[in-house]
């Protein structure tokens, strides 16, 4: 500044904006996709599934442009969690995917926050960086959820190509959960 003051600090957005808005309407969405898988109408559930995938993109646009908060920070990611796990656990309850997959999925995500958790109570900081291999399983488990929402919505599909997805998610939830716990054990 031109008087040697110290540069104020920009404000943050406020609680309630548009992106926190649209974040916890995703939010809201997960009551409505389980019940939707639940009553068989997957070709709504796919309708709703692609809105949130599409809100989460504006979301994510609009906090970087106009500026975000640390709510929105932390509620983006639960909405997208809450909304994935939900999708594998429902969808693994009415037969439309593996319900060993979905107990994988469920298991890799409680490792990780319950190693969070415990190793906070033990006065560990605990800093979580999303690896590569996380990010290929989130695409993988995105696109099985699709195609299987998809294939039993609309009858269009490609069997295998679900099998292949299958396999895919599985594998890379695999690696993914082993190397964030071996990132931890060695520190990183």
Request: charged share 10%; with cysteine; proline share 6%.
């Amino acid at each position: 500044m031109p008087d040697g003051s110290p540069e104020k600090p920009p404000p943050s957005a406020p609680l309630v904006n548009l992106p926190n808005i649209i974040t916890f309407g995703r939010l809201c969405a997960v009551p409505l996709a389980f019940y939707l898988v639940l009553e068989h109408r997957m070709d709504e559930a796919f309708g709703l599934f692609v809105i949130a995938g599409l809100s989460d993109a504006l979301d994510g646009y609009l906090a970087r442009r106009y500026g975000g908060n640390a709510v929105g920070a932390l509620m983006d990611p639960v909405a997208d969690k809450a909304l994935l796990v939900t999708m594998y656990i429902t969808l693994a309850s009415v037969g439309v995917i593996p319900v060993w997959l979905a107990i994988l999925v469920v298991f890799r995500d409680l490792l990780i926050v319950g190693g969070v958790v415990v190793l906070a109570v033990l006065g560990h900081s605990v800093t979580i960086r999303p690896l590569y291999i996380s990010k290929l399983n989130t695409v993988a488990q995105i696109l099985l959820i699709g195609v299987s929402l998809l294939q039993g919505g609309f009858g269009f599909g490609i069997p295998v190509l679900q099998d292949v997805l299958t396999w895919c998610a599985a594998v890379t939830t695999l690696a993914s959960g082993g190397a964030y716990v071996w990132n931890t054990a060695r520190g990183e």
